[in-house]
């Protein structure tokens, strides 16, 4: 069983950038493909982004793709997620997860393991 903390999160200007970090622990994070999800207010949860075992293939929601990149080191055991242009869109609480498939990662309801979030606010 794996458990995800996430960091990096916070109040940002619109155009502005922030990097979030997912440090894991109790497995290693090369069993597990990951993902970054975010859920804003009074919203459901919605896919990120996620990022194969390897890190050697990715896939991003249409809405943050050319802005977002996720990236991986599973010999920190930490995944990424580098978000540039922000806008007050992207204001949401944002969770790193893994599950053991990949047809799993894109769907909140069957990820297995989630982290606790961080709150990402971007400012018009």
């Not at 993902?35 to 919203?43: E, I, V």
């Not at 944002?94 to 990949?102: E, L, T």
Request: charged letters at 15%; aromatic letters at 12%; one cysteine or more.
């Amino acid at each position: 069983q794996v458990q995800l903390i996430e960091s990096g999160g916070g109040l940002v200007q619109a155009g502005g950038s922030l990097r979030l970090s997912c440090a894991a622990s109790g497995s290693t994070l090369n069993r597990y493909v990951m993902g970054w999800f975010r859920q804003a207010p009074g919203k459901e949860r919605e896919f990120v982004s996620a990022v194969t075992w390897s890190g050697s293939a990715s896939t991003y929601a249409d809405s943050v793709k050319g802005r977002f990149t996720m990236s991986r080191d599973n010999y920190k055991n930490t995944v990424y997620l580098q978000m540039n242009s922000l806008n007050p869109e992207d204001t949401a609480v944002y969770y790193c997860a893994a599950d053991g498939r990949w047809g799993n990662i894109r769907s909140p309801g069957l990820t297995e393991y989630w982290g606790q979030g961080t709150q990402v606010t971007v400012s018009s």
